[in-house]
């Protein structure tokens, strides 16, 4: 449940959300999942941040980077992972990030180009990114349903890619936590070890 599991990341001084990238953290290392060093990827609501009214998408993404090796207790893991997401979701933190978008965007060449050339550019670019996104966390947050619609929970699925072969979809109704890992593999390692982790900890989920 939300609170079982709140109480648990709050019991350690931190988010709900650092709770299970940490958590997921020390799983990806304990399992030696893909290369190191491991990156969690979580997306950020921006216009929890900054005032907007655009019905457009107002989000990205920051980086969480583990060292496997150096990950092998669950608290230093849960710990490393608040320390990053308080510092890369501090507001002048996105401030920067958001300026350098813009700047980007704004470059004469950009502004002329057709969008097929621009996607075309953006996918050159990614050849060079020397860091890859093991896993993505995305925790949509907490909402509650009216009475007598009958929701008692939501599913929300994260896609998945060829370098992010499993991510971790996380919403919340009333009290009800869904967890939903999304695959493109056979094994199913990653959610028992989580699940196990989560258990060891004190929390509880339910299949």
């Known amino acids: 449940s939300y609170s079982?599991?709140?109480?648990?990341?709050?019991?350690?001084?931190?988010?709900?959300?650092?709770?299970?990238?940490?958590?997921?953290a020390y799983t990806l290392a304990k399992l030696n999942y893909g290369k190191n060093p491991l990156i969690v990827l979580v997306p950020v609501n921006l216009r929890a941040v900054f005032p907007s009214k655009t019905m457009r998408?107002?989000?990205?993404?920051?980086?969480l980077t583990f060292n496997g090796e150096k990950c092998g207790d669950v608290e230093e893991c849960i710990k490393e992972a608040s320390i990053q997401l308080t510092k890369t979701t501090n507001p002048e933190?996105?401030?920067?990030?958001?300026?350098?978008?813009?700047?980007?965007?704004?470059?004469?060449?950009?502004?002329?180009?057709?969008?097929?050339?621009?996607?075309?550019?953006?996918?050159?670019?990614?050849?060079?990114?020397?860091?890859?996104?093991?896993?993505?966390?995305?925790n949509l947050g907490r909402f509650n349903t009216p009475d007598g619609i009958g929701v008692e929970k939501a599913i929300f699925n994260v896609n998945v890619s060829k370098n992010a072969k499993t991510n971790l979809g996380v919403v919340t109704v009333g009290d009800t936590v869904a967890l939903s890992f999304t695959k493109s593999m056979v094994e199913n390692d990653v959610a028992l070890v989580f699940a196990d982790t989560i258990k060891m900890l004190g929390g509880k989920l339910n299949n």
């Open 4 to 24: 079982e599991i709140g109480k648990l990341a709050k019991e350690r001084g931190v988010t709900f959300t650092a709770f299970l990238s940490g958590v997921m």
């Open 57 to 63: 998408n107002f989000a990205t993404f920051v980086r």
């Open 93 to 138: 933190e996105l401030k920067k990030m958001i300026g350098t978008t813009v700047r980007t965007e704004k470059t004469l060449l950009l502004k002329i180009a057709p969008l097929w050339v621009k996607m075309m550019i953006a996918k050159f670019f990614r050849l060079f990114l020397k860091s890859r996104q093991t896993l993505i966390i995305s």
